[in-house]
């Protein structure tokens, strides 16, 4: 399977029908770049989407936007504009317009910096979930929201939040990404897996057989079974214990 219809199973799939997704939340530095836009004060937007996307993005975000999920970047970085115009140069044949940015308004100094970062990006995303209520009438849950974040403090607060999160680092592929969410699949099925009957196994005790018919009185509540005799059967039983 080539990387693009694996990010497209992912995408559409499990994320969209297996965990019910419906916000997909992009840190910006050192997740959907592999730099910070800080260090290149003087480089060009369309020469950081050339250089500094990562590969894996470059293959999710098109097929993200091509979705019917939400799309947001969650960033500490306040120039909005430039990264209106990194996500432009790095996805030309899409509509990135879709892809709202939430971040601070202004240059933080160090210690508001610091405060601003103790909720992880949890304000951020309270702020765009707000927008698209607002904008849409669609309310969206803790458990919707998918994280990609570089920040283990970040990815504290996801799962402090109930999102369900990925932590990206340099390492980070599709083939990874799969896995990862595979795995919250199993969590979630486990979790909310149906009560299944439990099959135990008792063994007769003949209290009277007629044409092959006994009557047992070893089990939770006794009944009438047609049976082979000395054969050993399975009684169905629910959680509860009742038998049917």
């Not at 969650?74 to 996805?91: E, G």
């Not at 990135?96 to 971040?103: D, K, L």
Request: aromatic share 8%.
């Amino acid at each position: 399977m080539s990387e693009i219809m694996e990010a497209d199973y992912i995408v559409r799939n499990l994320l969209m029908n297996n965990l019910n997704i419906k916000l997909v939340a992009i840190d910006l530095d050192r997740t959907l770049l592999d730099t910070s836009v800080a260090r290149h004060p003087f480089m060009a937007a369309k020469d950081v989407a050339k250089y500094h996307v990562k590969a894996m993005f470059r293959i999710l975000v098109p097929i993200i936007l091509d979705s019917r999920l939400e799309c947001c970047i969650v960033t500490y970085t306040w120039q909005t504009k430039l990264i209106r115009n990194i996500l432009s140069a790095a996805f030309p044949h899409h509509d990135t317009s879709r892809i709202r940015i939430e971040g601070p308004k202004q240059p933080l100094p160090g210690l508001y910096l610091i405060g601003e970062k103790l909720y992880g990006k949890e304000k951020y995303l309270e702020t765009i979930l707000s927008l698209i209520k607002a904008e849409k009438n669609l309310h969206i849950k803790n458990d919707e929201i998918f994280l990609f974040d570089d920040s283990q403090k970040n990815i504290d607060a996801a799962i402090k939040n109930n999102h369900y999160y990925y932590k990206v680092t340099d390492q980070s592929s599709v083939q990874d990404l799969r896995k990862h969410v595979e795995h919250f699949i199993r969590q979630k099925e486990n979790v909310y897996k149906p009560e299944k009957d439990i099959v135990q196994p008792y063994l007769i005790n003949k209290v009277a057989i007629d044409n092959s018919v006994i009557q047992t009185n070893n089990v939770p509540h006794p009944q009438t079974i047609f049976i082979q005799p000395n054969i050993l059967i399975f009684h169905s039983l629910s959680q509860d214990n009742t038998l049917f």
